[in-house]
Nanobody
Framework: QLQASGGGSVQPGGSLRLSCTAS????????IAWFRQAPGKEREGVSC????????FYKDSVKGRFTISRDNAKNTVFLQMNNLKPEDTAVYYC????????????????????WGRGTLVTVSS
């Protein structure tokens, strides 16, 4: 299972750190990604990290503000979110893939095998 945590409410410009821990099926996971879904919008890929070599991908709108990292020993992936904006408000989900993920395919939800429950991030003044 996947356990996501760390969501909350912050003012614009604030920071949050999301965590996603995988258990029970961690062998051969290639990548872990963060998606988000805002009210009335489709789910979109935010960032992805390959557990093998640490290669990372980001959605353009979060580059320079979000940083994804991993702790392989703890089967945990983090998403450090800085300088948050109201448009970052969404439910954030983590997902795992056994297959190869590229920058071009990062946002294809069908390529991911397991999904965690979402954690709500609200950015508002």
């Amino acid at each position: 299972q996947l356990q996501a945590s760390g969501g909350g409410s912050v003012q614009p410009g604030g920071s949050l750190r999301l965590s996603c821990t995988a258990s029970g099926f961690t062998l051969d996971i290639y990548a872990i990604a963060w998606f988000r879904q805002a009210p009335g919008k489709e789910r979109e890929g935010v960032s992805c990290i390959a557990l093998t070599d640490g290669t990372t991908f980001y959605k353009d709108s979060v580059k320079g503000r979000f940083t994804i990292s991993r702790d392989n020993a703890k089967n945990t992936v983090f998403l450090q979110m800085n300088n948050l904006k109201p448009e970052d408000t969404a439910v954030y989900y983590c997902a795992t893939s056994y297959g190869y993920i590229t920058r071009a395919t990062m946002s294809r939800a069908s390529l991911y095998d397991y999904w965690g429950r979402g954690t709500l991030v609200t950015v508002s003044s």
